[in-house]
């Protein structure tokens, strides 16, 4: 099990930008399948982005795709998701989550296949 702790959060206005981070603690996060998901008001989580255990693959959500970077630190233990270009509908609790087994393909868009999440970080993007 991993500890995740996300951080960067913020209030900011439409074009702006945030780079939200995400350290694990408790043991390594190489090797993992890693994910950001963000959940709105009175609704799911959804998937936002995600890196395969080898971190060759990326992916990445429509909504999200060329304004959002996925990346990650082996050596800090850290994963970060580069945020341009943001709009008010960006506006939700932003989670990093890390897959339950080590070198492990999953299914990088459903949130049943991570075993491990942070408690969240806040953005809010108005107009």
């Known amino acids: 099990q991993v500890q995740l702790v996300e951080s960067g959060g913020g209030v900011v206005q439409a074009g702006d930008s945030l780079r939200l981070s995400c350290v694990g603690s408790?043991?390594?996060?190489?090797?993992?399948?890693m994910g950001w998901f963000r959940q709105f008001p009175g609704k799911e989580r959804e998937f936002v982005a995600a890196?395969?255990?080898?971190?060759?693959?990326?992916y990445y959500a429509d909504s999200v795709k060329g304004r959002f970077t996925f990346s990650s630190n082996n050596a800090k233990n850290m994963l970060h998701l580069q945020m341009n270009n943001l709009k008010p509908e960006d506006t939700a609790v932003y989670f990093c989550?890390?897959?339950?087994?080590?070198?492990?393909?999953?299914?990088?868009?459903?949130?049943?296949?991570?075993?491990?999440w942070g408690r969240g970080t806040q953005v809010t993007v108005s107009s």
């Open positions: 989550a890390a897959a339950a087994k080590q070198f492990t393909d999953v299914d990088p868009v459903d949130g049943n296949e991570y075993a491990d």
């Open positions: 890196q395969s255990y080898g971190g060759v693959n990326l």
């Open positions: 408790g043991r390594t996060i190489t090797g993992y399948a």
